[in-house]
Nanobody, 124 residues
């Protein structure tokens, strides 16, 4: 079992920055691929970014590439999402997720554990 807890959400103006953190507890964090997903009201949960278990590879949705950066610190059992140049369309609840599968990248069905989410609101 893995327990995930996101933090760092909030309200920011368009063009601003926010950093999200996700702390993991309960199992060997360094074994998991980690992802960030988001869900806006009335929309399906969508992929934002992911990072492999070692941190060697990162992947991004086209809509956030160049603005968001995912990273992890296995010594701290944490994964991070730095969000810059935020847009109103980035407004959503952001979730971190963990996967046993080292092939997991962008498909939410490949992720085994989920946090409860943190709200990010970008005002125009």
């Amino acid at each position: 079992q893995v327990q995930l807890a996101e933090s760092g959400g909030g309200l920011v103006q368009a063009g601003g920055s926010l950093g999200l953190s996700c702390a993991a507890a309960g199992s060997t964090f360094s074994s998991y691929n980690m992802g960030w997903f988001r869900q806006a009201p009335g929309k399906e949960r969508e992929f934002v970014a992911s990072i492999t278990w070692s941190g060697a590879n990162t992947y991004y949705a086209r809509s956030v590439k160049g603005r968001f950066t995912i990273s992890r610190d296995n010594a701290k059992n944490s994964v991070y999402l730095q969000m810059n140049s935020l847009k109103p369309e980035d407004t959503a609840v952001y979730y971190c997720a963990a996967s046993f599968s080292r092939a997991a990248i962008a498909d939410r069905v490949d992720y085994d554990y989920w946090g409860h989410g943190t709200q990010v609101t970008v005002s125009s």
